[in-house]
């Protein structure tokens, strides 16, 4: 088993990960993102333990990180748990991919492996879209290129600022249902939200089909894909685990397995 962490803006993503049967996610778990915390050793132990994962049944550990400065306090806390150092991915290492960007070592780690898993399990090009903190596009051409991709705010992100910068406008519950056309202000947000957010989704896939002169692979990942998946309308794929899975992958990859 593979265990992968995944330090998030919000939450660290936790999972172990088994290639028998095309690397599937036997636990997961989260912890709460807090930058000024120097140990989470109590805290892994304890979702390990929950899980029932016991450490001698996990080969190693894969870190990635958009928030550099629980680097160390998460690596620590797997060492210490597996005795061994977690690997760090990085687009500098082997990926499987190739870059069409004048910066790869800037990339969001997340979204290398978001990348690396799809280059390698759907039809080329792709877009991958991971709905969580931020919405994250990553467009990727035949031959596995990284072409780039576009940032939005989250949908929670987004929602929050709209109530902490206007005087009526209350926090919205997201959760809810979502009518196109809401009836009232709670719904009008909701709707804004989902719907909006989806329509996006829908109108950037095929504004890079136009671009590509070519139709892409959709596939939808992250936190809040399952609120958002079904309101779109372009043909697309759900995958819930397609960052721990790139993260799996790219492990191999780094330790020679694959």
Known sequence: MILTVDIGNTTVGVCGVERAGGYQ??????????????????????????????????????LSSVVPC????????AERLLGKRPVKIGPDRETGLSFAIPHPEKLGLDRVADAAWAARHY?????????????????LGEQAV???????????????????RTAQLPAANLSGPAPLIGRDTQECIRSGALNGTAAMIDGIAARVEAELDRAVTLVLTGGWAPLVEPLCLHPHQCDPWLLPRGLALLYDLYTGAV
Do not use: C, K, M
Request: hydrophobic share 45%; no cysteine; glycine share 10%.
């Open 123 to 139: 039809p080329l090009p792709a877009v991958t879209v991971d709905l969580g903190t931020a919405t994250t596009f990553n467009i």
């Open 70 to 77: 629980l680097d160390g306090p998460l690596a620590q806390a």
């Open 146 to 164: 990284f072409l780039g991709g576009l940032i939005a705010p989250g949908l929670e992100t987004g929602v929050r600022a709209l109530s902490a």
């Open 25 to 62: 996610v036997t636990f997961h778990g989260y912890l709460p993102t807090v930058r000024e915390r120097t140990d989470y050793f109590p805290e892994l132990e304890q979702l390990l333990l929950r899980a029932g994962a016991s450490p001698e049944r996990i080969e190693g550990a894969v």
